[in-house]
């Protein structure tokens, strides 16, 4: 079968084993695949020592064509998944920090979400794997796992849902795939979001999803941009005794003065990967089409994934579907 593989530093598609079912869990057919900033990031960071480890493609839309599992699921359910869940068990899930745990970071699925079969485990089908409702586009649900992400940054700034937010206002910095979408779910919990980018374009695109800018200091500051003006940009907006959430890595990272922070008592709070529940409120979202993500999705086939990744470096497009 197809399978996307980094060698020699460039994405290529090989051809390798199908995947064999040889424990609890299933095998999907993928129908497609979400490409994603983190993808980008493990691409541009990979060396010649750990390419052959790296995993490319998480945000899975497929159908299971073989399955050994308790749960519910079966043959022919469509499926949309992510691919990391932790053993709620050790010292990092006991205070929250699922992301942290050793079985978060070394779950994933098989080999990896540019391939034209996975295989899933048992864990997979339990707390990272929804059904796909009949009424949304594969390119849309695919969201599951960027948008579980952005309900985990929004929880650690510290709101929550059913909680008058209505006097809070918050500034989402970068205006590409995840910046529109964490917008848009900041309304969702009753907050009031503003946004801002560099690049012109993307904030004129923004105003189609109710998105704006104004000059303002903001109670919290979602940083979804990976440029090196992200961190001076976030200061100049956060108002003092505010918070600064990460959920970007940073190219030039220079880091934060302490006295920066110090002075103005600004927290900053950094949001990496979601966890079990972080998922179900995603999936509730996007099922019951409460985030708009039409039209954000450029849609690319498997044996022109390197062109996909092309375009989203050079900014050209916002997000890549690729479809298998
Ligand atoms: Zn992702
Ligand atoms: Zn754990």
Known sequence: MKSAKLINSRVQIVDIEKPILDCKGAIIKVLGCGLCGSDIVKIKHA?????????????VVGQIVEI?????????????LGHHYPCFNCDFCRIGAYSMCKTFKNSNIYPCGFSEFIKVDENHLKYT???VPKNIKYEEISFLEPLACIIRAIKRSGFSLGCDNSKS???????????????????IYGVNSFGFDINEER???????????????YDVVFMTSGSSKAIPTALEHVRDGGKIIVFSSIENDDGYKNN????????????????????KVSYN???????????????YSLDNLS????????????KAYIEI
Do not use: M, W
């Open 169 to 187: 206002n918050t500034l989402v910095l970068g205006l590409g795939s995840i910046g529109l979408l964490t917008a848009q779910a900041l309304k």
């Open 285 to 299: 979202f996007l099922s019951n089409k409460k985030i708009n993500v039409d039209g954000i999705s450029t849609i």
């Open 47 to 59: 060396t010649c020592d750990n390419e052959s480890e790296i995993r490319l493609g998480h945000e």
């Open 203 to 217: 904030k004129t695109y923004a105003s189609k999803f109710d998105v704006f800018y104004k000059k303002d200091k």
């Open 68 to 80: 050994n599992s308790n749960t519910n699921y079966k043959t022919n359910d469509i499926v949309v």
């Open 307 to 318: 062109s996909a990744i092309e375009d989203i470096i050079c900014g050209k497009i916002f």
């Open 260 to 279: 920066d922070l110090y002075y103005r008592e600004v927290s900053v709070i950094p949001s990496y990967s979601p966890s079990p529940d972080d998922y």
């Open 129 to 131: 794997v929804f059904p």
